[in-house]
C-alpha cells in the first residue's frame, strides 16, 4: 500500500501563514491535491497537479511540491479557513490512490 | 446549477444490500468519470471507486472489491453504486465525485484521477 502523511493539526492566529505538509514517497513522480472540508460540508478542491488553483479559490491559497514533500500554504490566514485539510494524490504504478490522514487547521 | 446530489442512504442490517444513486445536473455527465468517495464518522476520506465516461471501465478500492460496483445510466445523468454483503466498517458517507479529465484514446482509458466536484453525501449506516 502507499502513504501519505500529514500533521494531525496545524494553527495560527488569524493574518498569519498557515502551512500544512504532506509527505509521500511517490510525490516527486506524482501530483498533489488538497482539499478542505468544513465541519459537516463535502470536501472542496483548492490545489490540483501541486500549484494549480482552481476557479473560485482564493488567491491566499497556494500550493507547492519538492522532493518527497508537497505544501499547502495559505497565506493570510482567516477564521473562515479553519476546517480539516486533505492531501491527495497516487502512488508511482497507479495501483493505489490515497488521501492523507488530514490535518486540523485551527485560525484563532 | 452544477452539481450533484446523492441519495439512497440509510441504516441496514450487516449482510444485506443497497443502492446509492448520484443525479448530476448542469453539466454534460456523460463526458466526465466519475468516483465514489467514502468517510466513516470522524474519519478521513476514502476513494471507493471510479467509472469511465461511458461506463465501459470500472475500478474497486481493494476494500469493497467483489461486494461493491458502480454503474451509472447516462441517460439518466445518474450515477449508482450497489453494496452487497454490508459491513459494520462500511459505516460512512458516501459522496460521489466528478473526475475533469476522462477520454478514450483508441486503447485505452485516460482520468485525471482527482475530484472537482462534490456533492453533499449520502449516510450509510451498517448495524443490527
Known amino acids: 500500500s502507499y502513504e501519505l502523511t500529514q500533521p494531525p493539526s496545524v494553527s495560527v492566529s488569524p493574518g498569519q501563514t498557515a502551512r500544512i505538509t504532506c509527505s509521500g514517497d511517490?510525490?516527486?513522480?506524482?501530483?498533489a491535491y488538497w482539499y478542505q472540508q468544513k465541519s459537516g460540508q463535502a470536501p472542496v478542491l483548492v490545489i490540483y497537479?501541486?500549484?494549480k488553483r482552481p476557479s473560485g479559490i482564493p488567491e491566499r491559497f497556494s500550493g507547492s511540491s519538492s522532493g518527497t514533500k508537497a505544501t499547502l500554504t495559505i497565506s493570510g490566514a482567516q477564521v473562515d479557513d479553519e476546517g480539516d485539510y486533505y492531501c491527495y494524490s497516487t502512488d508511482s504504478t497507479n495501483n493505489y490512490v490515497v488521501f492523507g490522514g488530514g490535518t486540523k487547521l485551527t485560525v484563532l | 446549477q452544477v452539481q450533484l446530489v446523492e441519495s439512497g442512504g440509510g441504516v441496514v442490517q450487516p449482510g444485506r444490500s443497497l443502492r446509492l444513486s448520484c443525479a448530476a445536473s448542469?453539466?454534460?455527465?456523460?463526458?466526465?468519470?466519475m468516483h465514489w468517495v467514502r468517510q466513516a464518522p470522524g474519519k478521513g476520506l476514502e476513494w471507493v471507486a471510479i467509472i469511465s465516461f461511458d461506463g465501459r471501465q470500472k475500478y474497486h478500492a481493494d476494500s469493497v472489491k467483489g461486494r461493491f460496483t458502480i454503474s451509472r445510466d447516462n441517460s439518466k445523468n445518474t450515477l449508482y453504486l450497489q453494496m452487497n454483503s454490508l459491513r459494520a466498517e462500511d459505516t460512512a458517507v458516501y459522496y460521489c465525485?466528478?473526475?475533469?479529465?476522462?477520454?478514450?484514446?483508441?486503447?485505452?482509458?485516460?482520468?485525471?484521477?482527482?475530484?472537482?466536484?462534490w456533492g453533499r453525501g449520502t449516510l450509510v449506516t451498517v448495524s443490527s
Open positions: 511517490a510525490l516527486p513522480k506524482k501530483y
Open positions: 448542469g453539466f454534460t455527465f456523460s463526458s466526465h468519470g
Open positions: 497537479d501541486d500549484s
Open positions: 465525485a466528478r473526475d475533469p479529465e476522462n477520454y478514450f484514446d483508441g486503447s485505452d482509458y485516460y482520468y485525471g484521477w482527482y475530484f472537482d466536484l
